[in-house]
T-cell receptor, first 114, second 111 residues
Framework: NAGVTQTPKFQVLKTGQSMTLQCAQD?????MSWYRQDPGMGLRLIHY???????DQGEVPNGYNVSRSTTEDFPLRLLSAAPSQTSVYFC?????????????FGQGTRLTVV | SQQGEEDPQALSIQEGENATMNCSYK?????LQWYRQNSGRGLVHLIL?????REKHSGRLRVTLDTSKKSSSLLITASRAADTASYFC???????????FGGGTRVLVKP
């Protein structure tokens, strides 16, 4: 059971480039989310999804797009990378929402924008 | 601003001592969760306490929740060097499908 898998683990982008961070879970979880973590700080919610075909914005959505075409996958797209998007990105999933369930996290993607 | 705020931001103790950290939040919640993050790794769920619960135990962990004060505490008893990590509280807000994290407490357990 792989849990939540994020790829790549590390990425360096030039300002203005675009890329997609991949997230996949094999636990049949309905709820998935993306966070960013900046040095010495907690996690800030970027986007989340309560099921296939449904996405919504979190606390810091600007500059990011998401889609949820399947239950398993929840990719995060950076449209035009900026140095302010240098961060560690975490994907998380949970069985459902409002049912008092824990979140499972991937190992993170460390992104540097130069 | 973030929903949860941990206090202290950093904590240094000797192996065998207890570590206590606190979390305050702003809005009504369904539950409050604590997570651990080892350096450079993802977060690992430790314990979940529901809004109608006041105290919960799991091994060497004890969590309390006071909804009237909108605060929670995490106690790690008989700490070990392996407990060195950052600890985050996260609130499942009553309004909205969001798990919101605090800034974390960095705990260093010295052998």
């Amino acid at each position: 059971n792989a849990g939540v898998t994020q790829t790549p683990k590390f990425q360096v982008l030039k300002t203005g480039q675009s890329m997609t961070l991949q997230c996949a879970q094999d636990m049949n979880h309905e709820y998935m989310s993306w966070y960013r973590q900046d040095p010495g700080m907690g996690l800030r919610l970027i986007h989340y999804s309560v099921g296939a075909g449904i996405t919504d914005q979190g606390e810091v959505p600007n500059g990011y797009n998401v889609s949820r075409s399947t239950t398993e996958d929840f990719p995060l797209r950076l449209l035009s990378a900026a140095p302010s998007q240098t961060s560690v990105y975490f994907c998380a999933s949970s069985y459902s929402w409002g049912m008092n369930t824990e979140a499972f996290f991937g190992q993170g993607t460390r992104l540097t924008v130069v | 601003s973030q929903q949860g705020e941990e206090d202290p931001q950093a904590l240094s103790i000797q192996e065998g001592e207890n570590a206590t950290m606190n979390c305050s939040y702003k809005t009504s919640i369904n539950n409050l969760q604590w997570y651990r993050q080892n350096s450079g790794r993802g977060l690992v769920h430790l314990i979940l306490i529901r809004s109608n619960e006041r105290e919960k135990h799991s091994g060497r962990l004890r969590v309390t929740l006071d909804t009237s004060k909108k605060s929670s505490s995490l106690l790690i008893t008989a700490s070990r060097a392996a407990d060195t990590a950052s600890y985050f509280c996260a609130t499942d807000q009553a309004a909205g499908n969001k798990l919101t994290f605090g800034g974390g407490t960095r705990v260093l357990v010295k052998p």
